[in-house]
């Protein structure tokens, strides 16, 4: 028997995307699920594209990070839920603040492998409604009581609930191996760094006034569909200056000397969903739908940030990209000066400034800041933590394709867990 070819592989165009504004915790998306949300994305990718007939989506992939447990099948519910055919499969995935991006590459694996031809890909998360879990030591009560044989034996166990087993289990902001919350991960990183508060805040400044600014020259009109009163991201603060951000007093690494991450410089907790669709050139010539751009490259790392050199800011918990991306454009052959636009995303400005401090050091050349978060990011728009990925792919694809030209854009987005995911985007 003859050993089986490879597979050979197709370009797969990023033929658009689309999300709901983005809400800070607690406001107008206080009482919408992860799914009402999902599916509002969802049904304005498949108004848009004229996604509505049977089989005109080979899959959907999504994901969410707080997750109830009604959403143990959240991308299939919300495909059953919206205008999209429903017999179309769908999965989850998550991989913390990687998960839309990782979305993203899961449904592009399948279409450059010829597996499916076209794809939706994206996530959703919600702070306001996240999942309170049952005090562990109730649980165990609970289900000892369960297991009692007869009605005397579940008395027994029953009787020992106390007040205190009463108190939820709500969900933290802070890594399991650390007890640490992400920003102050981020402070014992950008001191390791040196990155400034003035540094800081002149890179949120300019991320509230890109955005404003796309907004205002209508760039997002085909990216974002109004949703609960909102169309524009509510975290965005179109008079935002470095000035103003000055006055804000640090949050975290304020036990440490010279603090300097503040609400300012330091995405809030945030409502939203976001989706991509993605497609082999012959599906999207078939409907007469140009591609904004092609994905091209991908990488993932991930760095010890339990025990490596985290006071000396190599193993940071969000430092992952910094390993990731040259890996990635080694073996793509690029170099960072071949890149027209460079999206990070902003879980800090000081994380963002001490990614670029290490793409440096290992030898990539500078990034000219003309080039980064041209249309603002996550400082602006705020962090659904698995929408996030989605969001910077349809938006860095869309400007791509507004340049007219061959182009080629850049993806970084770091991770809770001390993870990061990274991507290549192109237009020829």
Known sequence: MSPLEPPRTRRVAIVGGTRVPFARSDGPYATASNQEMLTAALDGLVERYGLQEPGAVGEFVAGAVLKHSRDFNLARETVLGSALDPRTPAYDVQQACGTGLQAVIAAANKIALGQTESAVAGGADTASDAPLGVNDRLRRILLEARRAKSPGGRAKALARIRPGHLVPDIPRNAEPRTGLSMGEHAAVTARAWGITREAQDDLAATSHQRLAAAYERGFFQDLV??????????????????????????????????????????TPLTDGAATVLLASEEWARARGLEPLAYLTAYETAAVDFVGGDVVGGEDGLLMAPAYAVPRMLERAGLGIEDFDLVEIHEAFASQVLATLAAWEKRGLAPVDRARLNVAGSSLATGHPFAATGARVVATLAALLAEREGPGRGLISVCAAGGQGVTAVLERT
Request: aromatic letters at 4%.
């Open 225 to 266: 569909v109004p949703f609960r009163g909102l169309a524009r991201d509510q975290n965005l603060r179109p008079g935002s200056t470095v000035e103003k951000l000055a006055a804000l007093k640090p949050v975290f690494g304020v036990s440490g000397d010279r603090p300097t991450m503040t609400a300012g410089n330091s």
